[in-house]
């Protein structure tokens, strides 16, 4: 008899490798999602990455052996790409969009957020869950979802219907929002601005981009400085979630947390791009490793989606997630019209 389970002890190297298989499938996927998306350019290897990790949930491929290495990439490896893409980020972009472009990415981010969470409350969706929708189209994605996570007090239902439909929006705009700038009278520069502030995720803002030339500059620029806002954000959220649990229960021992550590990373990651003390070859590597750590976590993320899950709560989700979509769009090209006049 192994005493380690009768004492239901485990040492750090057994957890350690009772992961490895569940890694291993993570890491198998993740090519699979970056050929799929070499072979089909319209295809973002971070959909493929949900999509394959939903269909092993779904056809019962994500076996018990594998739940520890999901787990982990879908919480450790996301929040490591969380502060990676800290590095991403330097303060002197936000001195290069100027005023009036920081207004319209504030501007943007608070209505998108505010304007998610009262339709959530009205389409009576679990505050959890709406929050996180909220956090995940105001700023950046699956990043952002993770990195409020920690103070949404939802369970890992909430975290992967929020991934899915926020992966699913971002990937409609790759394919609709090119087709959307002449009807709407941007030009390059202007398209730029309108898909920064408004596509989640970095990857699919570089995509949608890409898909008008003279655009992708100004779409990262702006998307980024969006992206700057994720920590005052979750802070936030943290702060009232706290002052909310002691007014509950003033003798309660566990509090929520203000700013989960790894957002602390990712604010330090950003301190250290803007010294420019790292050689630029250091932050190309670490950008490459973001995105791949990034759709690897995704993967994790996607066996966590089940059809019945779905099926049973994501109709109203579902509602929530298309009118924040337009709500993002909308602000954002509003906002651009603005500026440009």
Not at 84 to 104: E, H, I, K, T, Y
Not at 217 to 225: E, G, Q, R
Request: aromatic fraction near 4%; glycine fraction near 10%; include cysteine.
């Amino acid at each position: 008899m192994d005493l380690r389970h009768l004492f239901g002890h485990h040492q750090p190297g057994d957890r350690r490798a009772a992961a490895w298989p569940g890694l291993l499938a993570v890491a198998a996927a993740t090519a699979v999602a970056f050929g799929v998306a070499h072979l089909v350019p319209a295809l973002n290897p971070s959909t493929v990455a949900v999509v394959l990790g939903a269909l092993a949930a779904n056809l019962g491929l994500h076996r018990p052996l594998l739940h520890a290495g999901t787990h982990v990439a879908s919480h450790r490896l996301l929040r490591i790409a969380v502060v990676l893409l800290g590095l991403q980020l330097a303060l002197p972009q936000l001195v290069d969009l100027g005023l009036a472009g920081l207004g319209v990415v504030v501007a943007t981010v608070a209505v998108t957020f505010f304007g998610t969470r009262l339709i959530g409350r009205l389409l009576g969706i679990p505050r959890a869950r709406s929050l996180l929708i909220a956090t995940g189209f105001s700023i950046c994605g699956a990043s952002a979802v993770a990195a409020m996570s920690d103070v949404a007090d939802g369970d890992e239902d909430d975290t992967a219907v929020a991934i899915a439909l926020v992966t699913l929006c971002g990937s409609l705009a790759i394919v609709l929002l090119p087709l959307l700038r002449g009807p709407l009278g941007l030009d390059p520069s202007d398209f730029g601005r309108w898909v920064g502030a408004s596509v989640h995720d970095v990857g699919q803002t570089v995509a949608t981009a890409n898909r008008v030339p003279g655009a992708l500059t100004t779409a990262v620029v702006v998307k980024l400085s969006r992206v700057v806002l994720l920590a005052p954000l979750v802070a936030g959220v943290g702060l009232v979630a706290r002052r909310r649990a002691s007014a509950a229960a003033p003798g309660g021992s566990r509090r929520a947390p203000v700013v989960p550590l790894f957002v602390v990373g990712f604010l330090a990651a950003i301190a250290v791009s803007s010294t420019d003390v790292l050689p630029a070859e250091v932050l190309a590597v670490a950008k490459e490793v973001q995105v791949v750590l990034l759709v690897a976590a995704l993967v994790g993320l996607g066996t966590g989606i089940h059809v019945s899950t779905l099926r049973r709560t994501g109709g109203r989700a579902l509602v929530l997630a298309l009118l924040s979509w337009v709500l993002v769009g909308a602000t954002a090209y509003a906002g651009v019209l603005l500026v440009r006049t």
